[in-house]
């Protein structure tokens, strides 16, 4: 019997450079995407896929994100004894239960894959979903609800997207191989950052991603790579000599609210979409854009 995506971890123990002075003292995961944290959207796709124990690898100055998934006592007795019944009921559907989250720090700065293996007790052995916190991704059906919709047993799933063909140094790309059902693909193959004439295709991993426990034991011996840390990717391309991996193509929109750019489309697009802001809100933002 296959073993249900219980786990997601997040790694947020980044420092946040490109948004300071602002991540001087707030988390850059926290920075809200009009009045909500960026990180809390992604905690929400993790629900909506099933998710039940959620998993923080945070580092120093990030206490203000178990703070916010915690119960606040002082601030919910105050919006009780003022009536804001909609906000109190909103804190309160937002919070995670007791005993559903879990943190535990990465100490050092040593990359995406570090990051993962700090939760290796915590997730145990079990397959488990990683969300990259900057990668908020826009769509009807939330990304890792088609993931774990396309999960088999024993299988790998990355979430894919395509990019410019020009733009494959960027990234880290795909070759694919059968198709298994509508926009899941066998991949046959993964290179990172290969130059356009190199490229495998133009499909590129975006964020998401359900790995198999086996994937602990080899980040605990993966030696540096990029950038002179651990990499995520490298282990992945060990892991896919032992057990296939497959890929479901996202057709929403990506915002990287790890750049200023992504941040400030992501805000527009969310807000857009708030007429409990202002009924003519798509109107007020066309006139700051003249």
Known sequence: MSKRIRK????????????????????????TVVDRPALQYVVDEAKAAGIEHFIFVTGRGKEVIENHFDLAYELEATLAARNKTAALEELRAERPAAGTTSFTRQQEPLGLGHAVWCARDIVGDEPFAVLLPDM?????????????????SGANVVSLEECDPA????????????????????????????????????????????????????????????????????????????????????????????????????????????????????NELKSVLG
């Open 167 to 282: 733009q494959t140094s960027s990234y880290g790309i795909v070759a694919l191989g059968k198709t298994l059902a509508t926009d899941v693909f066998e991949i046959t193959d993964m290179v990172e950052k290969p130059k356009p004439a190199e490229a495998p295709s133009n499909f590129y991993i975006s964020g998401r991603y359900i790995l198999q426990p086996r994937i602990f034991e080899l980040l605990g011996s993966q030696e540096k790579g990029a950038g002179g840390e651990i990499q995520l990717t490298d282990s992945m391309l060990r892991l896919a000599k032992e057990q296939p991996f497959c890929g479901v193509r996202f057709r929403g929109t990506t915002f990287d609210t790890g750049t200023k750019l992504g941040f400030l489309k992501a805000n527009i697009a969310y807000g857009s979409e708030r007429t409990d802001i202002d009924p003519n809100i798509v």
């Open 8 to 31: 997601a971890v997040f790694p947020v123990a980044g420092l946040g450079t490109r948004f300071l002075p602002a991540t001087k003292a707030v988390p850059k995961e926290m920075m």
């Open 136 to 152: 908020l991704m826009k769509h009807t059906t939330p990304c890792l609800k088609s993931m774990v919709d396309a999960y088999e």
